[in-house]
Nanobody, 129 residues
Framework: QVQLAESGGGSVQAGGSLRLSCAASGYTNTMNSMGWFRQAPGKGREGVAFIYRGGDITYYGSSVKGRFTISQDTAKNTVYLQMNDLKPEDTAMYYC??????????????????????WGQGTQVTVSS
């Protein structure tokens, strides 16, 4: 089992920045990739960013590309999401996820919540205009 704990959410004005962290514990040596997802009230869970633990390969959702950056510190089993130029439409609960499926896969698959079997509890991000 892998446990994930997100932190770093909060409230910010449009144009501001936040940095989310996700600390993994447990059987972390089984993890192959990690992702960030978000879910706004009344909407489905949206893939935000993906990173492959073995080589820093990343994918981003089209709505955040160029504004968000995913990174990792494998020694600390921690993944980060740097969010810049935040917009009110970025308001959502943000979730960290991990997957132990071998291989990298394409962006569509790796940004799908169906691909992940471990999830954190989420951290709220609120962006005001």
């Amino acid at each position: 089992q892998v446990q994930l704990a997100e932190s770093g959410g909060g409230s910010v004005q449009a144009g501001g920045s936040l940095r989310l962290s996700c600390a993994a514990s447990g059987y972390t040596n089984t993890m192959n990739s990690m992702g960030w997802f978000r879910q706004a009230p009344g909407k489905g869970r949206e893939g935000v960013a993906f990173i492959y633990r073995g080589g820093d390969i990343t994918y981003y959702g089209s709505s955040v590309k160029g504004r968000f950056t995913i990174s990792q510190d494998t020694a600390k089993n921690t993944v980060y999401l740097q969010m810049n130029d935040l917009k009110p439409e970025d308001t959502a609960m943000y979730y960290c996820a991990a997957d132990d499926t071998p291989g990298i896969g394409g962006a569509a698959a790796r940004l799908s919540p169906d691909e992940y079997n471990y999830w954190g509890q989420g951290t709220q991000v609120t962006v005001s205009s």
